[in-house]
């Protein structure tokens, strides 16, 4: 993500970066270190993420933090030579509207840079976990973090948004650490059902089927334990 970040600014290393769901502050942060001369604006639509955020780039002056929804970005048009987000575009409701505000704050010949789940081994993990607590198959979730894996999905929402043909994506993977505590490890896990786990009372149910279910999505590294390999997607786009 740097390097096709670097390679959408001018030859010097300034311009100008949107970070869209920045989240705690990534990318920003790494694009605020590692190219001092660009000025870079992170932005999320929850203030406690752009709180956290803040607190993470205290010092570094060629940042700020805005709180802004990545479907409605309160930037005029051409504001931006790149527009980064890191697992964000899985999210907004309306995902079609995000992409034309991400073309529509974008320069003339301006670079997006995103990137999406295509696998997460947490999630059907989870899906068995729920499955055993309530005794049948949990519907998605809300906020899916793959409703972007269908191959081409992403690509044809960018060019129905105005963006060039063709749409570079590329793929990799890694696996999350989870650690080597039993009791982080169960609460990382379930973490996305916690409400409904604390309604049911399910957590006994949940943690045996986690712990049932946690080996044939991971393996052992150096005493912890590696959820994964995770795949994504990063898909660079052009403004013509």
Not at 58 to 81: C, R
Not at 204 to 215: D, H, N
Request: aromatic share 8%; hydrophobic share 45%; charged share 20%.
């Amino acid at each position: 993500m740097l390097a096709a970040v670097k390679a959408g600014l001018p030859a010097d290393g300034s311009g100008t970066v949107l970070d869209l769901a920045t989240g705690p502050g990534e990318p920003a942060n790494m694009i605020a270190r590692k190219l001092p001369y660009a000025f870079v604006t992170a932005s999320d639509l929850s203030e406690d993420m752009v709180a956290a955020a803040k607190k993470r780039m205290d010092g570094l002056p060629n940042v700020e933090l805005v709180v802004a929804d990545m479907a409605e970005l309160p930037f005029e048009d051409g504001s931006f030579d790149v527009v980064t987000s890191c697992y964000g575009f899985m999210f907004p409701e309306d995902k079609k509207k995000a992409c034309s505000e991400a073309l529509r704050v974008l320069k003339p010949g301006g670079t997006l840079i995103a990137t999406y789940w295509v696998e997460m081994k947490m999630l059907p993990l989870l899906g068995q976990v729920m499955t055993a607590v309530i005794g049948q198959t949990p519907p998605p979730p809300p906020q899916n973090p793959l409703s972007l894996k269908e191959p081409g999905l992403f690509d044809s929402m960018l060019v129905d948004a105005g963006f060039q043909t063709p749409i570079t994506t590329v793929t990799d993977a890694y696996p999350f650490n989870i650690g080597s505590d039993p009791d982080f490890q169960y609460a990382l896990g379930t973490m996305l059902v916690k409400p409904k786990l604390d309604e049911l009372d399910g957590h006994a149910v949940a943690r045996e089927a986690l712990f049932k279910g946690l080996p044939s999505v991971s393996y052992v590294e150096n005493g912890d334990t590696m959820l994964g390999p995770n795949t994504f997607a990063m898909a660079v786009a052009k403004k013509p």
